[in-house]
């Protein structure tokens, strides 16, 4: 089943502890991106990748990390998390070169107190 | 910044009405799309809409595009319960890899 996947689903922690948020797509798409969600505010775009090792900051990427060794695999990494990163995270990714047509994971309510 | 913003924010209507969304945007854009999402749970992509077209149909989907005024129109048709769901659009920009979402029309379809 096409699908993109996102691990963990939930997550609590707390505030200065590093954590990863994992994605993986089996569509062989090489568009892959990173939004978070806050009510009243829409979905906003922290990270992008057009393909394998090439990535660009989105709208609000402070305090994100990520990374494109493998053409599946996208994780957002939090490297030190404080509480106004509390959100809804969504991963896509799109077959187009650019953004276009996307697919979203589930995603993950990462909570940090 | 949001590029998006969509009206109304909420629209309730009865089964089987049509149900109307509206989205304007500030710069030039490749494309523009229209996502479903329920209640917290991942987008649905429902249609998009290159920005040398005026008009795409999709099923009970009729999606508007006028780049002069820089905005565009949802309509649902006929519409049905199970469409009850937040409304977002998103346009392309900087070359067609930066995605910018509106914050979203919640729709809500009484049976």
């Known amino acids: 089943e096409a699908q993109v996947t996102q691990n963990p689903r939930y997550l609590i922690t707390v505030t200065g502890k590093k954590l990863t948020v994992t994605c993986s797509q089996n569509?062989?798409?090489?568009?892959m991106s990173w939004y978070r969600q806050d009510p009243g505010l829409g979905l906003r775009q922290i990270y992008y990748?057009?393909?394998?090792?090439?990535?660009d900051k989105g709208d609000v990427p402070e305090g994100y990390k990520v990374s494109r060794k493998e053409k599946r695999n996208f994780p957002l990494i939090l490297e030190s998390p404080s509480p106004n990163q509390t959100s809804l995270y969504f991963c896509?990714?799109?077959?187009?070169?650019?953004?276009?047509?996307?697919?979203f994971g589930p995603g993950t309510r990462l909570t940090v107190t | 910044s949001q590029q998006g913003e969509e009206d109304p924010q909420a629209l309730s209507i009865q089964e089987g009405e049509n149900a109307t969304m509206n989205c304007s945007y500030k710069?030039?854009?490749?494309?523009l799309q229209w996502y479903r999402q329920n209640s917290g749970r991942g987008l649905v992509h429902l249609i998009l809409?290159?920005?040398?077209?005026r008009e795409k149909h999709s099923g009970r989907l009729r999606v508007t595009l006028d780049t002069s005024k820089k905005s565009s129109s949802l309509l649902i048709t006929a519409s049905r319960a199970a469409d009850t769901a937040s409304y977002f659009c998103?346009?392309?920009?900087?070359?067609?890899?930066?995605?910018?979402f509106g914050a979203g029309t919640r729709l809500f379809v009484k049976a």
């Open positions: 896509a990714s799109s077959f187009r070169q650019g953004a276009g047509e996307q697919y």
């Open positions: 569509m062989n798409h090489e568009y």
């Open positions: 990748s057009m393909n394998v090792e090439v990535t």
């Open positions: 710069t030039s854009i490749n494309n």
């Open positions: 809409i290159r920005s040398n077209e």
């Open positions: 998103a346009t392309d920009t900087a070359g067609g890899f930066k995605t910018i």
